[in-house]
């Protein structure tokens, strides 16, 4: 059975992640990429669907023994897990090497003090737990081959096979590694080469703390910072630049319920908040491969703007259900793909707007391709701002005017006027100032109620939206605005769960709401931190600090967040770790910091 959401570690190597639960079990990873089938699939199923569980043996019939403490090594993504038996202690060091050949995991076991018996089950099933993979022996090493895919065993202890699962029974002493490593190849090609374990950890190691040294943050959050970034590192697809929202598909937004999608793509909203993130802690390099990845993506054809693409910026992402896998915790069904890809959101032209307007305000080298690509996108809002939407959160139901969708149209509208301002490029100012004023003027009109003192969900609706937090951050109107005060003090009211944290809008349970969906949803973390940014920018400091704490409690052991939190079951649900939760966060830690709102 798969731990909680928040038992789970990542590890990664910028191409593919895995994720390693407290009890040592590898249950979710795909090879050799992000978005590539699952070979161990046990998050979303069972054992039968695949995993890889390193540990210290354990009785038939008990629960295998989670870590009696576990954490990154310094600021990295090599994961330590330690083990405290009656017979003594064992280390367990986790890591994918940044790669340079065939992906590999590799696990080492240290012996620390005693003699402890240990035991490596490795059960690889292929396509999402569906294939049971040929697994024999060849020049000493174990492979498993399924069609085009093949996965390596090295190990320097003895294995065998029983019940369709790769074992290995060995007892560690003290000071004493033993490597295990997998190592993916296409089946067609010549086996990969053996690993160099020890070797790979040094490299590791130091290209992570390479990276980390480039952070230009040393404010008084800087380990949740630093975590964060490491995340949205680990997240970001190197050959391309693209960044997945998240490595995981179908953990439930609501235990038992049906809100299940696929996050192992580039979402243009996500990747442009990332970006920002990264600019404003000093990863340019990063944000220079993301605005190439974009205008790769976007190959000239604004018109025809998606919501998402492949990390590679692949336009065709269908939608498709695994009947086989019944689904985290039984919250079915499980996807892969996301037909949202297809909808219409204004609001990503402002967010893609925005994010070349910072990359162009802290000095990233000029694009005139960018450039060119930011006129085009404005051509297009001209004649389709004022056209309804499936807005920000990919609703399932009718298209709306949803007030977020206008305001982020307003947003790339007034950077783009700053662009041709500023010089750089040449466009019909005047003709745009007056498209900027006429979205200002639409919104203000019709998406806010006088009588209650807040903007709303979309226009004519009653319901609030906590998307509307960001009207003061975007600079549509001033933080001291009545209007603004209102929106963020009625989402306190009418958004907030007892605990303090935000829904993203209200939902309907057993019937079908604004969303086209059925069921609930945890508090969304992004909107808890946009409330404290919020409560930062209207001068309640210490209000938005103890929020902002309380949201850093919510983080698990290793301070990874999913994309909710459950003010029922007190748990994280939602796809994990999720990018548009620990950007956000790094946004909010740098405005507190720059506020003075340190914690005690």
């Given at each position: ?55 210290p ?22 994961l ?7 017979r ?11 790669r ?10 240290e ?22 993979p040929?697994?024999?022996?060849t ?11 093949s ?66 943050y040393?404010g ?74 974009l ?15 492949g ?20 919250s ?42 930011q ?47 500023s ?91 604004v ?40 983080r698990?052991d ?16 939602g ?26």
């Amino acid at each position: 059975m798969a731990g909680r959401i928040e038992d789970y570690a990542l590890i990664g190597d910028m191409q593919t992640a895995a994720l390693v639960c407290r009890d040592g079990t590898v249950d979710w990873l795909c090879l050799p990429r992000f978005d590539s089938h699952a070979i161990f699939a046990g998050l979303l199923g069972t054992e039968e669907h695949g995993f890889w569980r390193l540990g210290p043996a354990y009785a038939d019939g008990t629960e295998p023994p989670a870590a009696s403490r576990r954490h990154y090594r310094g600021e990295s993504l090599i994961l330590e897990s330690e083990y405290d038996t009656p017979r003594g202690t064992v280390r367990v060091i986790d890591f994918m090497p940044p790669r340079d050949g065939a992906p590999q995991l590799v696990r080492i076991v240290e012996g620390v003090s005693g003699r402890v018996a240990m035991r490596s089950a490795l059960r690889m099933r292929f396509s999402y737990g569906r294939i049971v993979p040929w697994v024999h022996r060849t020049d000493d090493r174990t492979v498993a081959v399924a069609g085009p895919d093949s996965v390596w065993l090295d190990t320097s202890v003895e294995t065998y096979g029983e019940n369709l699962t790769t074992y290995a029974d060995f007892t560690v002493a003290p000071g004493q590694r033993i490597a295990f490593t997998i190592s993916w190849q296409p089946s067609h090609k010549p086996q990969p080469p053996l690993p160099e374990t020890e070797q790979a950890l040094v490299a590791t190691e130091e290209f992570w703390r390479e990276w980390v040294a480039q952070c230009t943050y040393h404010g008084p959050y800087r380990e949740a910072v630093v975590r964060s970034l490491i995340t949205l590192k680990a997240l970001t697809y190197a050959p391309t630049g693209g960044i997945v929202a998240a490595p995981t598909t179908s953990l439930p937004e609501e235990i038992g319920g049906m809100r299940n999608w696929d996050y192992r793509y580039t979402w243009l909203r996500d990747a442009a908040i990332t970006l920002s993130s990264l600019l404003r802690t000093g990863y340019r390099e990063e944000a220079r491969a993301w605005r190439e990845w974009l205008l790769r993506a976007v190959a000239g054809d604004p018109e025809n703007l998606q919501i998402m693409y492949g990390i590679a910026g692949e336009r065709e992402l269908g939608e498709a259900e695994l009947d086989w896998l019944p689904g985290y915790e039984e919250s079915g069904p499980v996807r892969v793909g996301n037909s949202a890809a297809q909808q219409l959101q204004l609001d990503v032209y402002g967010e893609v707007t925005e994010a070349l307007h910072l990359a162009h305000m802290t000095g990233l080298a000029r694009s005139d391709y960018a450039s060119a690509l930011q006129l085009k996108l404005i051509q297009y809002l001209q004649d389709h701002w004022d056209q309804p939407d499936e807005g920000i959160w990919e609703v399932r139901g009718p298209r709306r005017h949803f007030v977020h969708s206008k305001v982020m149209a307003w947003v790339a509208v007034d950077r783009t006027i700053k662009l041709i301002e500023s010089g750089d490029v040449d466009g019909p100012l005047e003709e745009w100032r007056q498209l900027r004023e006429d979205i200002h003027r639409d919104v203000c009109e019709r998406g806010y109620d006088k009588e209650r003192n807040t903007f709303t969900q979309f226009y004519g609706s009653k319901e609030l939206d906590a998307s509307l937090l960001l009207i003061p951050q975007m600079g549509f109107l001033p933080p001291d605005d009545k209007r603004v005060i209102g929106t963020i003090e009625a989402i306190q009211r009418e958004l907030s769960t007892p605990d303090g944290f935000v829904l993203r809008y209200p939902t309907t349970g057993d019937d079908v709401g604004v969303d086209g969906l059925e069921g609930d949803e945890g508090a969304f973390l992004a909107c808890s931190f946009w409330l404290a940014d919020d409560l930062a920018m209207i001068g309640r400091v210490d209000e938005a600090r103890k929020l902002f704490e309380k949201l850093l409690a919510l983080r698990n052991d290793l301070g990874l967040l999913a994309e909710e939190w459950d003010p029922i079951r007190q748990r994280q649900v939602g796809n994990f770790p999720q990018a548009f939760s620990h950007v956000p966060l790094i946004d909010t830690a740098l405005r507190l910091t720059a506020a003075g709102a340190y914690g005690s």
